[in-house]
């Protein structure tokens, strides 16, 4: 299309979720108490990490940053859908659409990077348990997690600089809830070959390459169990790389669907798209972490310290009691 029958677009109709009439307060709710969920069992798991000493470990190291990726990914996205239910605002601006797009990308390829890097951790702890503190020692643990950091960032600027140049015209209702890429493209006018291509290419070789690096770090991991005479302690630890690989399996098979699939957005693909931006991030924090031994324990003391701090202030002690008479 020529420029001249093109219109310069100021903002964007975010469509929402397809929900039937009379059930917005449902799905309201809903979604508001899986975002909850997310926020506070991932805020948990940080505050955890931080205040324990015994956490100070690789494994929780990498787990603190996907924690905290998956809470700025449900923010970025769930509370402006949630706004959209109850108000029927559905616009955005073009800026504030180029902003969470950007942001957006950043943390689904972090989490991409990250949970790569978390399977490589956890090969090398039960396949290598006798060169582990010397393989990730704390200088290669920092530059996983700042390369990871890098490569999103860069990953995000390419796509959303890709973005700019592309024009809309007068259809701006995005058939989704929030400024997702694959949507934007279906509803430019204007030449998306090129940002396609990008999809396919460097977005197809980052999302292979973990899935790739995961994939063989589990296989890796069950070879090794199998080998072992079974105990409890080894079909706890299968059944835990078995939960593991089911929410590895469910965030790439729905994130594969959107964006490498060719047919036309439709509700499965909304569908999909919320399983890998609100369900997953909900998951992570009790697949990894709140069902395991040490972060029970590291509960278990920071509950015990809050109650025996609450008990001193309303009962201090009597010496504190004559003092203040």
């Known amino acids: 299309m020529r420029p001249e ?8 109709l975010l469509l929402g979720l397809p929900i039937p009439p009379g059930q917005q307060g449902v799905f309201f709710t809903l979604f508001l108490g899986m975002y909850l969920t997310t926020v506070l069992g991932n805020l948990l798991i940080i505050l955890l990490i931080r205040l324990d000493s015994r956490l100070h470990t690789p494994m929780y190291f990498f787990l603190s940053h996907l924690a905290f990726s998956d809470i700025s990914l449900s923010s970025l996205i769930v509370p402006k859908m949630l706004t959209n239910m109850q108000t029927q605002e ?20 972090l989490d991409n990077f990250l949970l790569a890097v978390m399977a490589y951790d956890r090969y090398v702890a039960i396949c290598q348990p006798l060169h582990y503190t010397t393989i990730m020692r704390e200088g290669l643990c920092v530059l996983l997690v700042a390369g990871s950091w890098i490569l999103s960032c860069g990953n995000a600027l390419l796509h959303t600089l890709l973005f700019g140049q592309l024009s809309f015209c007068a259809d701006n209702a995005i058939r989704h809830y929030f400024c997702d890429l694959a949507a934007l493209l279906k509803l430019s006018c204007s030449d998306t070959s090129l940002n396609e291509l990008v999809i396919f290419t460097e977005g197809g070789v980052i ?7 995961i994939l063989d770090s589990y296989i890796s991991i069950g070879n090794i169990i199998l080998r072992v005479p079974s105990s409890k302690r080894l079909s706890k630890a299968f059944f835990s790389c078995g939960s593991h690989l089911f929410v590895v399996f469910l965030y790439y098979g729905t994130s594969a669907g959107v964006y490498f699939s060719s047919s036309s957005l439709g509700s499965k693909d909304i569908t ?9 991030p909900m998951l992570n924090p009790f697949i990894y ?9 590291a ?16 009962n201090p002690p009597v010496a504190v009691r004559s003092t203040m008479r």
């Open 5 to 12: 029958n093109q219109s310069s677009v100021s903002q964007f």
């Open 90 to 109: 559905q616009s955005i601006s073009y800026v504030g659409c180029t902003i969470q797009l950007y942001f957006f990308i950043l943390f689904v390829s």
């Open 207 to 213: 999302y292979f390459l973990c899935f790739g690096i």
């Open 272 to 280: 999909a798209s919320i399983i890998y931006t609100v369900v997953t």
């Open 289 to 297: 972490s709140l069902r395991n031994r040490d972060i029970k324990q």
């Open 299 to 314: 509960l278990e003391i920071c509950v015990n310290r809050v109650k025996f701090f609450r008990q001193q202030a309303l």
